[in-house]
């Protein structure tokens, strides 16, 4: 499964950004998917997923940030809203078929990593 981010960029503080991982061509395994970031100097870190009971945010996003998707268009997307600058990071789409959603060995796919920077 090959996973295409996209989306990222320069936002202010407070703005709004919308992030999309796409994943070409047909795919028969239900996969569950989700972002991670990493910002420099830092491990990456959980952001957002999609379990079978729903979906899950890390405390630090929670109430900003919105995980969605369109299975038509194999695609999850990040809304991000009300951004600050220590949500500057690569940010990461990933896939799984099972395991925690939060621990980043559990996947087997992932994205390319797009960059969000958040100006203050």
């Known amino acids: 499964v090959q996973l295409q981010a996209s989306g990222g960029g320069l936002v202010q503080a407070g703005g709004s950004l919308g992030l999309s991982c796409a994943a070409p061509g047909r795919t028969y395994t239900p996969y569950l998917l989700a972002w991670f970031r990493q910002a420099p100097g830092k491990e990456r870190e959980f952001v957002a997923a999609?379990?079978?009971?729903?979906?899950h945010y890390t405390d630090f996003v929670k109430g900003r940030f919105t995980i969605s998707r369109d299975n038509a268009k194999n695609t999850v997307y990040l809304q991000m809203n009300s951004p600050n600058p220590e949500d500057t990071a690569v940010y990461y789409c990933?896939?799984?078929?099972?395991?925690?959603?939060?621990?980043?060995?559990?996947?087997?796919?992932w994205g390319q990593g797009t960059q969000v920077t958040v100006s203050s």
């Open positions: 990933a896939a799984r078929i099972g395991g925690s959603y939060d621990k980043a060995d559990t996947y087997m796919y």
């Open positions: 999609f379990s079978w009971a729903g979906t």
